[in-house]
């Protein structure tokens, strides 16, 4: 099934930008294109709860706390998922991993530290 692998994590200052990629890596095209794809984070001592999610007919499912600011994307050509993160907050602060989800089986990568400071 292969692998997810993240990039893009760092540290910026509130209001900055950051822009986190996972790609497929060894995952065939048939099975990644039919693939649910999601962004979840984890801040210290939180439970993991979801950011973004894309589903392969490009539906997508925002939490609340990051609508307006946070933008999520799919290249089933690459077979990579986008996270494009704007006017960046200290709360945003987290572990974020990408998933990706068939038929009931959910594969994560190893995660991506984004720490929002001054």
């Known amino acids: 099934q292969g692998r997810l692998v993240e990039s893009g994590g760092g540290l910026v200052q509130p209001g900055g930008s950051l822009r986190l990629s996972c790609a497929a890596r060894?995952?065939?095209?048939?099975?990644?294109?039919?693939?649910?794809l999601g962004w979840y984070r984890q801040a210290p001592g939180l439970q993991r709860e979801l950011v973004a999610s894309?589903?392969?007919?490009?539906?997508?499912e925002y939490a609340d706390s990051v609508k307006g600011r946070f933008t999520i994307s799919r290249d089933n050509a690459r077979k990579t998922v986008t996270l494009q993160m704007n006017s960046l907050k200290p709360e945003d602060t987290a572990v974020y991993y990408c998933?990706?989800?068939?038929?009931?089986?959910?594969?994560w990568g190893q995660g991506t530290q984004v720490t929002v400071s001054s």
């Open positions: 060894g995952t065939i095209t048939s099975v990644f294109n039919p693939s649910h």
């Open positions: 998933s990706r989800s068939l038929n009931h089986q959910v594969y």
């Open positions: 894309i589903s392969n007919a490009g539906s997508i």
